[in-house]
């Protein structure tokens, strides 16, 4: 597979190159009738205080990681029809352990039709990945990217990831829309990473690979020019690696959603959440308060202020029939200094809390995690958009009731971003 997307990643780049020229401006990218290719090199060189995320041994090292991509997007005239989407490939390589150097790599793609009545939407992406997924967010802007969320004991562990979607939404009145949405969810682990994740007495496990399906129906009904009240109702199934049937979640929320442009863009929906796990019956079937909350303040020109929070129950990928209450919540905010120059800070704060005891060591009891991450980080654009530079800082720490699971890292990252 890796040698696939090799000869795919330079391939694509030689015939845009060879098809674009005289029709292109470093920065710009490379327009080919109503598409434009941006093909990009990324050069990122970082230190890592705590490379096995170990709470007692912590080894620190230094890592290079160059990335290769090209991004693309197309935009008819019309504007009922754009796509847009990326496909990379990086390579990390530590300067002492190697034993954790790896390579990712994939693809994304989001393409949406409609006019104003009508809009289909449709998205995919693939990530054979390490450590952190650091393009997750390529299809974040969209309503169909949800994903299953991660232990804290599996984030390390090499895995692939597989997300589908697709929407179709409908204008019914001036009033009234409604919108029904498929979303496939799925992250597969290889079974023999454990081997390269510790320095000789980590407990590493070998993660449960978990997918889900389900069924979104969306409607929203306008109250005032600026506001909806909102209805979403969804129906999803989840299997677990080892566990012999599925689970079932069925969620219904009730919100508000801003309508139109304003300094403040906001949803919020709260409503229940039904699970139901292979051995449960119907009396220990679990019920949870379920929300969905998001905003972006726009509160200068330069200045913008985005947070959010969510909340969900699914299948533990480290325990077998074991599930997880998960809540999340982020707060960000972007100040754009000068046009060259963007500094950003972003907070991450999740709880898992697992639904049944675990045992660890002969000792059994409720399990319970808290994370923390956090970054802080400059970008400055060399003039004509083709130079990109960052610096940043990261902090990444697991606080849980089994010692075995905590642990702190802290990252300085440094890097430049050129593309055509």
Partial sequence: MIQLYRKLAIIALALVVGGGVGQAGPGDGIAIGSFVFSPYLELTGAYDSNVYK????????????????????????????????????????????????????????????????????????????????RHAA????????????????????????????????????????????????????????????????????????LDEHGLQLDGALKLTDKTDLTLTLRQSR???????????????????????????????????????????????????????VGADWYITEKLTLRCGGYNGAQFSAFYTQNALEYISGWVGLGYRWKPSTIFSVRGVYRVDDYLDPVTHEGVTRDRKDERIEGHARMDYIVPGNFLRFHLQFSYDEVDSNFDFTDYVDKRVVMGATICY
């Fill in 54 to 133: 170990d709470r007692d041994d912590e080894i620190d090292d230094t890592f290079f990681e160059p990335e290769l991509g090209l991004r693309f997007s197309s935009s008819l005239e019309t504007n009922l029809f754009s796509i847009r989407g990326n496909v990379f490939y990086s390579d990390r390589r530590y300067s002492s352990e190697d034993n954790r150097d790896f390579d990712s790599y994939g693809d994304s793609l989001d393409a949406r039709w409609g006019g104003n009545k009508t809009l289909l939407q449709l998205i995919q992406s693939y990530r054979s990945l390490d450590e952190n997924d």
């Fill in 138 to 209: 390529d299809l974040e802007s969209s309503p169909l990217a949800t994903d299953l969320v991660e232990d804290s004991n599996t984030l390390d562990l090499q895995r692939e990831i597989h997300q589908v979607g697709a929407l179709i939404s409908r204008r019914m009145s001036d009033k009234l829309e409604l919108g029904l949405s498929y979303r496939y969810f799925a992250v597969f682990y290889d079974d023999e990473a454990n081997d390269r994740l510790g320095p000789g007495t980590l407990v590493v496990p070998n993660g449960l690979d």
């Fill in 238 to 292: 989840q299997t677990q690696e080892s566990t012999d049937d599925a689970a079932d979640s069925t969620v219904a929320r009730l919100g508000l959603q801003s309508q139109g442009t304003q300094k403040l863009v906001y949803h919020a929906g709260a409503g229940l959440e039904r699970y139901q796990r292979p051995l449960d019956t119907d009396d220990e079937t679990e019920w949870f308060f379920n929300f969905n």
